[in-house]
């Protein structure tokens, strides 16, 4: 049986992949550490809660004693790292808390599994001959497209919030244990996340409840934003074939091949929404402009050509699909909104 730690399992895409994974693979005893901060509950893992092959622990991964007993006590062999603050609005107004989750945090686990799994540089110890940290990022460090161009693993970073600067060292530091200490690393970077268990404060779900709360619908400056839209349990699939079959200390994109303007997702969403709970007019009549993002990044695309052509992923959702199972889910679960 292997022991595998999810940290930020009790957030939005941990909680998904928790769940994928105790489907998906049955020889594996899933560990997931949370410090359970605004965006993470364990209302999330309420399907899971009772499995026999699940353990939950509350603790911050920026805690290095914590660390070491649960790495002692569980021989963890394998981490998917998904901790971390993100969102953005909050990254400009407190900056501080992204730096001490994203870049500490990283940093104690890296080194947690250096001293671990390793005897001595390059050289790992047999019980963990096999291990593997994956790292779980984001498309926003490499920066803002223009109206063309894609995100190749080979673009240059030029992360433009204290977010995306907080997400870009962390993965420049899970390279540099690879290249350094020859721990056995995976990064992958992902675009804009949707589906079931997302915090009320990200845009689809912030849209949903304002359209059902009668509540004017905001949309920062003129809504002409792009971002490219992945269906969380499509990214859950990518992971795990990252895992499996992905060559260390490399780096896989994983897109949705579904980009749209922020004002076309509002659009999109109301229609759904005027399907399954009519009213006499149209949710679109709520959509409001406000005063854009401070920094806000034009563009965001992901070329995923490397995880399809050389791991055999590929999406399984469009965005129409994807996002009739989301608001399905959250009409079903109101009080998540």
Not at 7 to 15: D, E, H, P, S, V
Not at 152 to 171: F, G, L, V, W
Not at 305 to 325: M, N, V
Request: glycine content about 8%; hydrophobic content about 35%; some cysteine.
């Amino acid at each position: 049986m292997k022991n595998v730690l999810i940290t930020g399992g009790a957030g939005f895409i941990g909680a998904n992949f928790v769940e994928y994974l105790l489907r998906r693979e049955d020889f594996m005893h899933v560990i997931v550490l949370d410090k359970l901060t605004y965006a993470g509950s364990t209302k999330n893992l309420k399907e899971v809660w009772h499995h026999p092959r699940y353990t939950f622990i509350q603790g911050d991964i920026s805690d290095a004693t914590l660390l070491k007993n649960i790495f002692d006590k569980y021989v963890i062999t394998d981490i998917f790292h998904f901790a971390a603050e993100s969102h953005v609005d909050n990254s400009i107004v407190g900056p501080e808390p992204f730096i001490q989750s994203n870049i500490i945090g990283t940093f104690r686990l890296l080194e947690q599994c250096r001293k671990s799994w390793l005897m001595s540089a390059n050289t790992l110890r047999e019980k963990y001959k096999n291990a593997r940290f994956l790292h779980v990022s984001t498309d926003e460090v490499y920066g803002s497209l223009g109206k063309k161009g894609l995100f190749k693993e080979s673009t240059p970073y030029a992360p433009n919030s204290p977010y995306s600067a907080s997400k870009a060292a962390s993965d420049f530091l899970v390279r540099s244990y690879f290249h350094t200490y020859g721990l056995p690393v995976l990064t992958t970077n992902c675009s804009n996340n949707y589906g079931p268990y997302q915090h009320r404060e990200k845009l689809i779900p912030t849209i949903i409840r304002k359209a059902l709360s009668g509540e004017a619908i905001p949309i920062y400056g003129t809504g002409e934003n792009v971002r490219d839209w992945l269906y969380v349990t499509d990214h859950c699939e990518g992971i795990l074939k990252v895992w499996k079959k992905g060559k260390l200390g490399e780096t896989f994109n994983i897109g949705g091949d579904n980009e749209k303007t922020n004002l076309e997702i509002a659009n999109i969403v109301c229609e759904v929404l005027d399907k399954k709970q009519p009213k006499n007019t149209s949710f679109k009549k709520q959509i409001s402009f406000v005063e854009d993002r401070l920094g806000h990044d034009y563009r965001y695309a992901i070329d995923a050509e490397k995880i399809k052509s050389t791991l055999g992923w590929e999406a399984k959702e469009s965005f129409i699909t994807g996002i009739e199972k989301t608001i399905e889910w959250y009409l079903d679960n109101k009080d998540r909104l």
